[in-house]
């Protein structure tokens, strides 16, 4: 008799790609995907601490979960990902949610296979969640969601302890992949037909810096560039401190390198940027994209916001506005500031009410809509290359795709999925263009 099971996945792009690993494993052993969650004998919870709502959709998950345990004893509940390696979540867990079999932490997914089997023995929560980071395990395998775009993970964790930012202390230190297993992986995804790789990590830029050899993300991109291929390459996190000229020049020759930059600028105002630990000032920033858009003209600049960090007054926080006015980015995710455990924000005084950083960010939100509406109806006309993907989500009749800037393109016709085509952008609006295939 076969096992089933199932995976629900929080937070970012990386987790999502564990998710992949730990099917891959899941598979390995056996297991079978399962269709609905009463079906399964195995759930897994990767989850995400970055902020306190997504922690807030974990706990009422797992809630939720209760019942079904309670239906069928022998289900199997694991949490692992980002709040699994929080100090105080295994403690939490085994006190509130007895439930729970099995947690485990960022640096030891390649042992889930023994974790598991550890779990079906024991009547007691078994925790495992390592301190120290340890090398990288490769050749683990990944069960990628079958279709056109894949994710290959670059390097992992991170060195930057933005003073907000909890990302460090459960991803651990900057450890990059060395090029040949990238290049590797990457070369194989698109001999399978994969047509777009999107190379992930927190701040790829600084992807190379703790290799022996001297190889840096420029090097990286420009290679795999080389490779024989029809493909797309996507990258992120950029960070504005360490994207060099080098990089830019890169990507103004490369002909597979998408032309879209996510450029967290986080805030305007110089004293918040330096509270936050960013390593740039707010004309170094101004300065980068006006470098980049003069080497690469069509770039699509998107780009991360947090309003109401500890302290920052209402004139700071119209820097930011304003910031958002001059660069004019072609989209941004905006955060409301959520203080993490032992971040060093989370102890400073002055933290700005609930009510105050809601309107902030309902005034920025509102200025960057229009802005990306305004930047779409300007495509009007333009030829977009676009990655067909698939039945819209929204108009299911008709094809949506992504053009090279990543945005969402909606076609009027029921051709090509999975093809590279050019589209005349007829449309455009907050959300999404419209366009129409050209022959
Ligand atoms: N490594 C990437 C992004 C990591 S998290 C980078 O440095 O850009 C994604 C985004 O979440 C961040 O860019 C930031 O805007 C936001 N974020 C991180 N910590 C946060 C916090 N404590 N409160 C609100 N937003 C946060
Ligand atoms: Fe967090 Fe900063 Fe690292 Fe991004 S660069 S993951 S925001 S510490
Ligand atoms: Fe990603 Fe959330 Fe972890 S944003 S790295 S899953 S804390």
């Given at each position: ?284 920033y101004l300065a980068l994209v006006q470098r980049i858009r003069k080497a690469i003209p069509n770039a699509s600049i998107t780009t ?136």
């Open positions: 008799m076969s096992l089933y099971y199932l995976i629900e996945t929080f937070g970012c792009q990386m987790n999502a790609h564990d998710s992949e690993v730990l099917a891959g494993l899941l598979e390995e052993m056996g297991y079978r995907p399962a269709k609905a969650r009463e079906e399964a004998d195995l759930i897994l919870l990767n989850t995400c601490c970055v902020r306190e709502s997504a922690e807030n959709k974990v706990w009422g998950r797992l809630g939720v979960l209760k019942r079904l345990k309670r239906e069928n004893p022998g289900l199997i509940i694991g949490v692992c990902g980002c709040m699994a390696q929080e100090e105080g979540t295994a403690e939490r867990i085994r006190r509130r949610y007895p439930h729970v079999d099995l947690v485990f932490g960022t640096h030891n997914v390649h042992r889930l296979p023994d974790l598991i089997r550890e779990a079906r023995e024991s009547n007691a929560l078994v925790v495992e969640v390592l301190e120290s980071e340890g090398g990288i395990v490769e050749h683990l395998p990944a069960k990628r969601a079958p279709g056109l775009s894949a994710w290959v993970t670059v390097m992992y964790g991170c060195n930057n302890f933005c003073s907000y930012c909890i990302v460090p202390y459960v991803r651990g230190r900057q450890r990059s992949r060395e090029p040949r297993s990238v290049i590797d992986e990457v070369s194989s995804l698109f001999a399978e037909g994969y047509k777009e790789v999107t190379l992930l990590g927190q701040n790829v830029n600084a992807y190379g810096r703790d290799l022996a050899e001297e190889y840096d993300f420029a090097d990286l991109l420009s290679e795999l560039d080389r490779l024989d291929h029809a493909g797309r390459i996507r990258y992120m996190t950029s960070h504005p401190r360490d994207f060099s000229d080098k990089l830019i020049d890169v990507l103004s020759k490369t002909k597979h390198v998408c032309e879209h930059i996510h450029l967290p600028v986080q805030a305007g105002s110089d004293r918040i940027l330096s509270l936050m630990n960013r390593g740039y000032t707010r004309d170094g991360d916001i947090i309003v109401g960090f500890p302290g920052e007054s209402e004139s700071e926080f119209e820097e930011t506005l304003d910031l958002v006015k001059q660069v004019r980015f072609d989209a941004a995710f905006t955060f409301v500031y959520s203080p993490r455990r032992g971040t060093r924000a989370a102890a400073m005084e002055n933290q700005v009410p609930a009510d105050e950083k809601q309107r902030r960010i309902t005034a920025l939100v509102e200025l960057q809509n229009r802005i990306t509406k305004e930047v779409n109806n300007a495509m009007i006309g333009r030829i977009e290359e676009v990655l067909v993907e698939g039945p819209s989500e929204k108009e299911p009749e008709k094809l949506s795709g992504r053009t090279r800037g990543n945005k969402v393109v909606i076609i009027d016709s029921k051709q090509h999925p999975g093809a590279l085509v050019n589209v005349r952008i007829t449309d455009g609006g907050t959300y999404y263009l419209k366009g129409e295939i050209l022959r």
